[in-house]
DNA sequence: GTAGTATGCTAAG
DNA sequence: TTAGCCTACTACT
């Protein structure tokens, strides 16, 4: 489910399972295997997150790991389970603990992205990124700029990572819904009062997904309001969100059906009474 | 069990 | 613009 509240949990899952110890490094799948010999017995000395792009500091050399729609980390506590699929990565170690170490190990599959890089890699990397709402050195002017000039629509401009990275499908579909903004609109119509309202409405929805691990854009006093049998104990992935993969079923404000459409090839949500 | 779908991006054309 | 990644989850049989 990765989205940018994903890498960013990730990123400290990670140092905390791995950090301040050497790791072991393998590519089972063998897509990886020169990546992977790079940095067997290199000490993990911290993550980092930006966006959607996950980074280890191995010291002179990083690993940047971009999940893509399919990727998927999987970890635990002690040895390995036996390889079973496609496993591009297999990293063993553990951070030390009062002296001793305890084992841990995580497997990646499926990214887009698996590679080392050096210092001048990940800044032209960066370089090409916006501000992502869950870095304290993130500003949305940089952003801005770019929504305040541009005809585009502000929902296909929320999906770029140079203007906004960590954002995707679904934080798009329910920040554009809690703003009341048609995502058709061009960003040179938005005023600066709502992509203020977008950005700091991204940046607390965004952190509670990397504290539960999952969207939940839905206000309880909603909740209340609108019940969907989406809600109860047979969730679907409508259930917690205001228009995300809610098509054909009521608003949960106004009772309008929400709309869905293809746009760029991906699916669009959105009220049309209560986003204008 | 099996089919259908997808929270994203890159490389090829 | 399109195919590829080749996983996880859901809904259906």
């Known amino acids: 489910m990765p989205e940018g509240h994903t890498i960013h949990r990730l990123a400290r899952r990670h140092k905390r399972l791995f950090g301040g110890a050497p790791v072991r490094a393998a590519s089972p799948q063998g897509r990886f295997e020169a990546g992977a010999a790079a940095l067997d017995g290199l000490v993990l000395r911290g993550t980092d997150a930006h966006g959607k792009h996950l980074f280890h500091d191995y010291g002179d050399r990083w690993l940047h790991v971009h999940l893509g729609l399919y990727g998927t980390f999987v970890d635990g506590d002690g040895e390995p389970p036996a390889t079973r699929g496609q496993i591009r990565l297999l990293l063993t170690g553990g951070r030390l603990r009062s002296g001793a170490l305890a084992p841990a190990w ?21 370089a090409r990124l916006g501000p992502d709402p869950l870095r304290r050195d993130a500003d949305p002017a940089v952003a801005w700029q770019r929504i305040s000039r541009s005809r585009t629509s502000i929902g296909a401009l929320l999906m770029r990572q140079d203007v906004v990275s960590g954002v995707g499908n679904v934080y798009r579909a329910e920040a554009l819904f809690r703003a009341g ?96």
Do not use: S
């Open 106 to 126: 995580a497997e990646l599959r499926g990214p887009t992205a698996c590679e080392v890089l050096d210092d001048a890699g990940r800044d032209v990397l960066l």
């Open 181 to 276: 903004i048609d995502p058709y609109r061009p960003g040179r119509d938005v005023t600066p009062e709502e992509w203020k309202a977008v950005w700091d409405d991204l940046v607390v929805m965004m952190a509670d997904g990397v504290r539960l691990g999952r969207i939940v854009t839905l206000r309880p006093e909603d909740k209340r309001r609108a019940v969907d049998p989406a809600d109860g104990p047979r969730r679907d992935r409508g259930a917690g969100r205001y228009v995300y993969h809610r098509a054909g079923r009521p608003c949960r404000i106004c009772g309008t059906p929400v709309l869905t459409a293809v746009v760029e090839g991906r699916n669009l949500f959105w009220c049309p009474r209560c986003q204008e």
